[in-house]
């Protein structure tokens, strides 16, 4: 190719061999960097392979175009269009056997010399090579030789045929007469053979592009267009061909060859190669002039067969192979989106893979695929692994475990939906017990007499300390003994109303903590207990509740030293026990035991020790303030708690906040930290209904775990969590979706049921049985015009179904309990959406466990297998 760009060709069936087409043939072996040991004339192409130069071929002239030959024998045959017209067999320094030694130097002379500007050999009939000329008179453009043909011993230009130095050839291996002679007074400038058909050649024409016929070379189809330039056939859809004009690719259909099914964006310059990848189906590259990016164009989204108004969809995207300019590229025969780049001026070649886009798929049940190239990976969750190096379980998978334990769910026992959880989170555990009970205060008798105490109830303690009014201060002794605390104490109503809530007293007007106590001692939970006793002044009790636990099974011995501490109090202000409890008390692991002495030891109102210990419980904290701090602290102290709640998104916040908006606010952080939507959704919807359900952020939490439950086919469970809703919050409840409306008139036949007044002869005149336990609607209510009849018993819908298997006439005598339903499901009409064809349910399902195809006569729809959604099953049926 003397004075152009260099090319490259692969060898069909020797993969580690390809040849680079200049001024001269260069045979290349191309390996691993570190397979062989280096030799002159071994070039690196990337940091893993080099090539090697094994032979150079200098003496054919004025090349160009070249092909190698197709099959395994000879090997290393090419063929070489020169300027001339002529066609010249050679190789490349291999060692012939007497086939290719009757082949190389072979020459293929047109009867008019012009240039030859494509070549291509046959895949099938490997003794068939098409040559595409220019344009001369009225001559023939397209020659298709026949290697195996003899000699015309008459020629006159055996003295121009051109001799290879290493072969020893004879002057008269010199063919004239084509095969067979097509595109008259045309130029041809591209080539190639349909691989859907081998006796179907391909020709980019001056004007059009034309299929020639062997068969019959008299008759040709052909389209005219502007790209013909570089046809190729797809390797893996054999219909689909690419060619191109100046910086256009035009992509066509060879089954509707009227006009392109795509063109591809144009490019500021002119093309110079386009290439179907050999190994990914859809993937063509482009070069254009004087460039360094490769496109790429990837149509395997491409519909098949192509319609006539679809146009396909590509992805587009661009790759660069080296820094320089390239001449020209190939795509490696055989190993995946590999290709071999040469630069345009010094031969610098580059081995270049083209990566693949990963595709990456997360399903609902938190398993990972993600797909490049031809490989598919899965990742999947290892639970073998220590629980030191494991992470933490994803919340996707907790809130599946929950939702299948019906999580949310107990609208009773509300506390116990933190036991559904697993039992395990603090944070749960105080919110259900929170939610727990508010919902105890709101159904309080005495509550309810009083007003508006129920709505202040879901408000939060916030709320219900800041309408607290007629505080009184007591200051009382402690519990066995005479001596008088000097310890202020605060009630009102609004304060013993959040002990309550707080889960220390229940109902009545005394403050009596004793029942909370045993709950604590059962748990086992002797610090807190301990701590609440000595906190409603009670040091005697807790005491005896430290003895308890130091002797209890698996008890800690320490909390009897912890009891001889306590037994040694003193009021004294400078006494040395006060001295060294508040230097000591720091040293004590359990917080309950630290906030103990904290107490003990502080001052009246100054209870920093006890109110800002973070490993406390915020219920306890905030019941010990509402007992402790003056009705200037107390909201103050509250404030910043619930700020601090919220900031951190602390479920034990919303005994503060209530489920108000500031609880809203608190229920946001939690889920930006967890995305815990299936907590916060439930929360919400325990409350009494009002502003708060409208929040958009809450609507937000409620239809992302409806997805969720959707997307794990939890469709019992979500139609239960909507039952759910429409309880707590009516205004929930949609409107009906979907109904069975009327052919003539289009009203819904079971809204105009329920809209006509039962009054007069009722339904009778509509065709509906006056007796209950036979209720049917034969005809429409709105239009009285008759209803659609079934295709198997062509009785009309509405009628009960009767002679399919499992009914009679004992089943037409329906009890009407609320427990049952009026109509069953084999009473149910149902239509195929495609043919408009239906019937009883019943009939239907009967039916299609026999036969495939719709039981109208005439119609051969398989309506059963048409129903994608007919064969899954519920992820939680069981």
Not at 217 to 245: E, L
Not at 344 to 358: H, Q
Not at 458 to 463: E, L
Not at 829 to 848: E, I, K, Q, V, Y
């Amino acid at each position: 190719m003397s004075g152009s760009k260099p090319d490259i060709l692969w060898s069909p069936h020797h993969p580690d061999l390809y040849v680079i087409c200049d001024s001269e043939l260069g045979l290349y072996r191309i390996g691993p960097v570190g397979g062989t040991e280096t030799k002159p004339g071994t070039l690196s192409l990337s940091k893993e392979t080099a090539a090697t130069l094994l032979a150079i071929n200098s003496d054919t002239p004025y090349m160009k175009c070249v092909a190698w030959y197709p099959k395994h024998e000879p090997e290393c045959l090419l063929a070489v269009g020169q300027a001339n017209g002529r066609v010249v067999l050679t190789s490349l320094g291999q060692n012939h056997n007497s086939t290719c030694k009757e082949l190389v130097g072979k020459e293929f002379v047109p009867k008019h010399a012009r240039q030859c500007n494509t070549l291509a050999w046959n895949p099938v009939d490997s003794n068939l090579l098409a040559a595409g000329l220019d344009k001369h008179r009225a001559d023939f453009s397209v020659l298709i030789w026949d290697i195996s043909s003899k000699f015309a011993p008459e020629t006159s230009v055996a003295a121009e045929k051109i001799r290879l130095s290493f072969v020893d050839l004879d002057s008269s291996s010199v063919v004239t007469k084509p095969l067979y002679e097509l595109g008259q007074n045309d130029a041809c400038l591209s080539l190639c053979w349909l691989l859907r058909d081998p006796k179907l050649l391909l020709a980019g024409m001056h004007r059009n592009l034309a299929i020639f016929d062997l068969r019959n070379t008299s008759q040709k189809m052909f389209v005219n267009t502007k790209a013909i330039q570089g046809v190729t056939v797809d390797p893996h859809f054999h219909d689909r061909v690419a060619s191109f004009f100046e910086g256009q690719v035009a992509i066509w259909d060879l089954r509707k060859f009227e006009k392109p099914v795509l063109t591809l964006t144009e490019q500021p310059k002119p093309l110079i190669k386009v290439a179907w990848c050999p190994t990914r189906t859809g993937l063509l590259a482009t070069l254009t002039r004087d460039s360094n990016i490769i496109r790429l164009y990837d149509m395997q989204h491409t519909p098949t067969p192509i319609g006539d108004e679809t146009e396909p969809t590509i992805i587009e995207r661009s790759v660069q192979p080296c820094e320089s300019q390239i001449g020209s590229f190939a795509w490696h025969p055989s190993s995946q989106n590999r290709m071999v780049v040469v630069s345009a001026s010094n031969r610098v070649m580059t081995d270049f893979t083209v990566f693949e886009r990963v595709s990456l798929a997360w399903s609902s049940t938190t398993s990972l695929t993600w797909a490049c190239g031809r490989h598919l990976y899965d990742c999947v969750e290892d639970s073998t692994g220590g629980t030191e190096g494991a992470a933490e379980t994803d919340i996707a998978t907790k809130m599946r475990e929950r939702a299948q334990s019906r999580y949310g769910h107990d609208t009773v026992q509300v506390w116990r939906n933190h036991l559904l959880a697993g039992g395990t989170d603090p944070q749960l555990k105080s919110l259900w017990f929170d939610l727990f009970y508010m919902k105890q205060c709101a159904e309080d008798q005495e509550l309810k007499l009083q007003g508006n105490k129920q709505s202040v109830v879901y408000s939060g303690i916030k709320n219900i300390i800041k309408t607290s009014s007629g505080t009184t201060e007591s200051r009382r002794c402690w519990s066995g003994s005479d001596r008088q605390a000097d310890v202020p104490r605060f009630y009102s109503e609004e304060r013993c109303l959040a002990l309550r809530l707080c889960g220390w007293i229940s109902r009545g007007p005394d403050i009596n903590v004793e029942t909370f106590l045993r709950s604590l001692e059962h748990e086992r939970e002797w610090e807190r207990a301990a701590a609440i006793a000595l906190f409603n002044l009670d040091i005697r009790r807790a005491i005896q509740i430290l003895n308890k636990g130091a002797m209890a099974e698996n008890g800690d011995l320490n909390l009897n030293v912890v009891a001889m501490a306590l037994s040694g109090y003193t009021d004294e202000k400078s006494s040395l026990w006060r001295e060294m409890c508040s230097s000591l008390r720091l040293q004590l692991k359990n917080p309950y035991l630290c906030v103990m002495f904290a107490f003990l030891t502080s001052e009246a109102g100054a209870y920093d020790g006890v109110l800002y210990e973070s490993s406390v419980a915020v219920r306890d904290r905030v019941a010990f303030a509402c007992m402790f701090l003056g009705d200037a602290q107390l909201p103050r102290y509250i404030d910043k708690l619930t700020n601090d709640m919220k900031e951190a998104g602390n479920l034990e916040g919303i005994l503060l906040t209530g489920l108000t908006k500031d609880g809203v606010d608190l229920m946001e952080s939690y889920v930006d930290r967890t995305a815990d939507v299936q907590t916060a959704s439930f929360c919400m919807l325990k409350g009494s209904p009002g502003e708060v359900l409208k929040d958009p952020r809450v609507q937000c939490w409620i239809e992302n775990y409806r997805n969720l439950l959707d997307a794990w086919r939890f469709w019992h469970k979500r139609a239960e969590f909507d039952i759910l809703r429409g309880k707590m919050d009516p205004s929930s409840k949609p409107l009906a979706q979907v109904f069975v409306s009327c052919n003539f008139c289009g009203k819904s036949i079971s809204y105009s049921c329920s809209a006509i007044p039962h009054q007069g002869r009722g339904f009778s005149q509509y065709g509906v049985s006056g007796s209950p336990t036979k209720s049917k609607v034969t005809s429409c209510p709105g239009c009285r015009k008759p209803l659609p009849r079934c295709a198997l018993c062509l009785m009309n819908m509405g009628t009960p179904v009767s002679g399919c298997s499992g009914t009679g006439k004992s089943d037409e005598k329906v009890d009407l309990t609320r427990e049952n339903k009026l109509a069953q499901f084999k009473n149910w009409f149902t239509w195929c959406h495609n043919c408009r064809h239906g019937g009883h349910a019943g009939h239907m399902l009967s039916w299609f466990r026999d036969h495939t195809e719709c039981p109208v006569s005439a119609c051969t729809c398989k309506c059963m297998q048409l129903d994608t959604t007919g064969n899954l099953v519920p992820a939680d049926s069981s």
